[in-house]
């Protein structure tokens, strides 16, 4: 499973991420460019709250045109995320169970509003779905604070800890309690935190 976490760029591991069975991805981080630390393969992309950029497409479509998609729609009640999804029939786009979704939130989050990351998701649904599960660039909040926020922003000087501040993201996400929820897992064995 490999997040967007600047951490990823400490270390070449690339070629041990596409050595994998399996390559869960979260969002739409580019790989063709940080293929030596993120790795080239991917056999899933797991993607929250698609935007739809017009009618019956999302704009995600466009990017991985061929791709297999997890669909992370957050909200308890039918939206555009499922009107989109439905309505253009994607056979190889599936929506994550909300059932599921409903679990995992129960496992990362402390507050009444607040929603799981989407890494986080995809880590939980590589578990359900794979014997083993290497977890990489996912930040547990333990990086140092001149990582950058994600591998393909370093440039723009964002840091880890500004990712965790972003102004609003903070009302939705519990940052701390997906972090917990990560080193837990990789404490017990359930996953291997690479990175």
């Known amino acids: 499973m490999v997040g967007s976490s600047g951490t990823l760029l400490h ?16 969002n739409s981080a580019p790989v063709t460019r940080y293929a030596k630390y993120a790795g080239a393969r991917t056999t899933v992309r797991v993607i ?4 739809a950029a017009s009618g019956t497409r999302f704009h995600e479509e466009a990017c991985f045109p061929n791709a297999t998609v997890y669909v ?8 555009s995320c499922h009107n989109v999804l439905y309505a253009s029939r ?4 599936h929506q994550i169970n909300p059932f599921f979704y409903a679990a995992v939130r129960r496992h990362t989050d402390k507050r009444v509003r ?3 990351l989407t890494g986080v998701v995809a880590v939980a649904a590589a578990v359900r779905q794979c014997g083993t599960v290497d977890v990489y660039g996912l930040s547990t909040m333990h990086s140092p604070r001149t990582t950058c926020s994600y591998y393909w922003e370093c440039r723009r000087g964002k840091s880890d800890a500004w990712y965790h501040a ?7 996400h519990d940052f701390r309690g997906n972090a917990h929820t990560l080193l837990r897992w990789n404490a017990s064995g359930v996953i291997r935190i690479r990175t």
Request: glycine residues 4%; proline residues 12%; aromatic residues 12%.
């Open 114 to 116: 607040a929603i799981p």
């Open 166 to 172: 972003r102004p609003g993201d903070a009302a939705f």
């Open 72 to 79: 992370v729609c957050d909200r308890p009640f039918v939206y």
């Open 11 to 26: 270390k070449s591991l690339g070629a041990e991420i596409d050595a994998h069975a399996a390559v869960f991805r979260v």
């Open 90 to 93: 994607k056979p190889r786009w």
């Open 48 to 51: 929250a709250s698609p935007h």
